[in-house]
């Protein structure tokens, strides 16, 4: 059975910082690109950033760039989302997906977490 489980989610005030971690079960973790989504009340599903499966590249949404950073682990079975200068604008819930394509579309994502909530205040 695979388990994508995230943590790390809280309550921050806008400018501080929060990494999100993301461990994953029952699958050929190092085989797998992996990807950070966020979802916000009312909205659809949105890319936050990617991280291919040996590590050597990374894609992120223009929101997110030169804020956020992926990395991963493969020895661990953990992917994490480093997230400075955090805003109100990305309050949501974080997911993170497990996808065997390179495309940061929602429906290639073969399996997900059950999300960590971020809310950033003002």
């Known amino acids: 059975q695979v388990q994508l489980v995230e943590s790390g989610g809280g309550l921050v005030q806008a400018g501080d910082s929060l990494t999100l971690a993301c461990a994953a079960s029952?699958?050929?973790?190092?085989?797998?690109?992996m990807g950070w989504f966020r979802q916000a009340p009312g909205k659809a599903r949105e890319f936050v950033g990617m991280?291919?499966?040996?590590?050597?590249?990374?894609t992120y949404a223009d929101s997110v760039k030169g804020r956020f950073t992926i990395s991963r682990d493969n020895a661990k079975n953990t992917v994490y989302l480093r997230m400075n200068s955090l805003n109100p604008g990305d309050t949501a819930v974080y997911y993170c997906?497990?996808?065997?394509?390179?495309?940061?579309?929602?429906?290639?994502?073969?399996?997900w977490g059950q999300g960590t909530q971020v809310t950033v205040s003002s």
């Open positions: 997906g497990a996808t065997v394509n390179s495309a940061a579309v929602v429906r290639t994502y073969r399996y």
């Open positions: 029952g699958l050929t973790f190092s085989m797998y690109n």
């Open positions: 991280i291919s499966y040996t590590a050597d590249s990374t």
